[in-house]
């Protein structure tokens, strides 16, 4: 079997690094420090933000989540006040909750955009995942994160990326039913992202945001889910239900985590369907499993199909068993690489298979076979067709040994495996047949002979390793594009034999 390798070689700071501020831009051409990122207002290029981060003493890192406020009111309000930028219980609920690795990115009106260029530079600056990241709005402020959120999409789509996001908006368009679709924003560049709208239900859309651009994000291919709470509730869906249900990063959504909530979700039809609790729950981390493959390059979405990509194996999967895996992966709490290793074979004619060995998924496009490693059984054939030719050349070198009389010894340079053979006695004409065996027969065993043991050693070694780790290198699933390497150990000396 061609084995699924990891496919990537990521370089991350260790845990407890901390960037620079000072080498950045544009964080540092306003004189701001890692030290004073954490609880702080700042005015950069004449913009206010506010930048929460619930624990400093770890630093910021590769494990470190963003989660992006651009303008507006409520959790994002930079107006004037006591205490401008002042964070709002969004943060302080991340903090709460124990979530330590998270940064909030918090913009006043007018600057949307710019807290993804933030972003982006301290990811670069502490090998953070830039993809690991949620836009949230709450009231006017919806459309201006949307904004924000299609902007991402549309670079990252420009730069030929299939980059997916998480949007949540806390009862958004507050004051009428307004559009959150606007200022050149597009659903098509939703497709398999993933958006949760949240507020006072009515048939299951989510405040007062416009039913048509819901419909259109799904449609669109967008995942939507929708979560329904009291009457006559606004700022509390920001304040005390989203941090409740761990709203604020991708990985500790948990939407038990306040009561009396319903749920529903928006097929591509644009219909609305009232879920479970439990099913929600599913449909959160199926959702977030299809972020993390999207966005780690496993897993694209092109003329019509999915494709799962591992090393240099393309396997179209269909919408249900890719929605297993997306689930499974997600709640496995594993590197995508490891997961598909533990959970995942492949078979001669390319399928990937389950670990009940049921076909999920078909090869697409072709390997390159000059790189595909051979099987345990593949170097058994060749060990069992190099014996072969060995053997086959003994027996024609001891019938020359046998005539009789013939009971002087080769005096050097003898294969070990013809040493035992007799050779001609002095006094005969022999140079033909002497300089035929030691120039070919001779040669041509020794090196056949080197090559058997060569052959043999690696059988053995890969034997040994193959049942210390079985389920990594599962010798009878590696690959059809392995049958070149069993038709060259097939006839592999035939010709010598």
């Not at 930048?51 to 989540?65: K, M, P, V």
């Not at 761990?246 to 038990?256: E, I």
């Not at 890719?322 to 490891?338: A, C, Q, V, Y």
């Not at 053979?421 to 002497?434: C, D, K, R, V, W």
Request: with cysteine; aromatic share 8%.
């Amino acid at each position: 079997m061609y084995y699924l390798k990891k496919i990537k070689n990521l370089l991350y700071l260790s845990k407890g690094s901390v960037i620079d501020m000072a080498t950045a831009t544009p964080l540092a051409s306003n004189d701001i420090s890692i030290d004073s990122i954490n609880h702080r207002y700042f005015s950069i290029d004449g913009k206010n933000y506010f930048f929460e981060y619930t624990d400093i003493g770890s630093g910021l890192n590769r494990n470190t989540s963003f989660c992006i406020l651009e303008g507006g009111t409520g959790t994002t309000q930079m107006s004037s006040g006591s205490s401008p930028g002042s964070p709002k219980n969004v943060v302080n609920g991340a903090n709460r909750n124990g979530d330590s690795d998270i940064l909030f990115v918090n913009s006043a009106t007018g600057t949307t955009g710019l807290c993804g260029d933030i972003v982006d530079e301290i990811a670069a600056a502490t090998g953070a995942d830039r993809t690991d990241r949620i836009y949230m709005g709450h009231s006017a402020s919806g459309f201006q994160v949307t904004t924000a959120a299609n902007n991402f999409l549309q670079s990252e789509r420009d730069a030929g990326k299939e980059t997916k996001t998480m949007l949540v908006l806390n009862d958004p368009t507050y004051g009428g039913v307004d559009p959150i679709l606007r200022d050149g924003s597009k659903a098509e560049n939703f497709e398999d992202s993933y958006v949760v709208s949240m507020g006072p239900i009515g048939l299951g859309y989510s405040g007062k945001i416009k039913k048509d651009n819901i419909t259109s994000l799904a449609q669109a291919g967008a995942r939507i889910l929708l979560i329904g709470g009291p009457n006559g509730w606004h700022t509390e869906y920001n304040d005390r239900v989203s941090p409740a249900l761990g709203l604020y990063s991708q990985h500790t959504v948990n939407l038990a985590g306040f009561k009396g909530l319903t749920f529903w979700t928006v097929d591509s039809n644009g219909k609305p369907t009232k879920i479970s609790l439990e099913e929600a729950q599913t449909y959160n981390d199926a959702s977030v499993g299809r972020l993390d493959m999207f966005n780690q390059g496993f897993l694209s979405h092109a003329t019509g199909e999915y494709v799962i990509t591992s090393g240099e194996f393309s396997f179209a999967i269909s919408d249900e068993e890719l929605e297993k895996m997306t689930l499974n992966f997600e709640r496995s709490g594993e590197s995508f690489e490891d997961y598909l290793l533990k959970n995942y074979t492949v078979d001669r004619e390319g399928n990937l298979l389950d670990q009940e060995g049921n076909i999920v998924g078909t090869t697409r496009g072709t390997p390159n076979n000059d790189n595909v490693p051979p099987t345990l059984a593949e170097v058994g054939k060749a060990c069992d067709a190099l014996l072969a030719s060995l053997n086959s050349i003994g027996k024609h070198m001891e019938s020359f040994g046998n005539i009789k009389g013939l009971n002087n010894r080769p005096k050097e340079n003898m294969s070990d495996y013809l040493s035992g053979m007799n050779a001609f006695p002095s006094g005969i004409n022999s140079s033909g047949l002497q300089t035929c065996m030691e120039d070919c027969v001779n040669s041509l065993g020794k090196n056949l002979e080197a090559a058997y043991n060569a052959t043999a050693n690696l059988y053995s070694t890969m034997a040994q390793v193959e049942n210390a780790a079985s389920s990594y290198y599962p010798s009878s699933t590696y690959s059809n594009a392995g049958n070149s390497a069993n038709s060259n150990a097939g006839n592999f000396a035939s010709d010598v034999i």
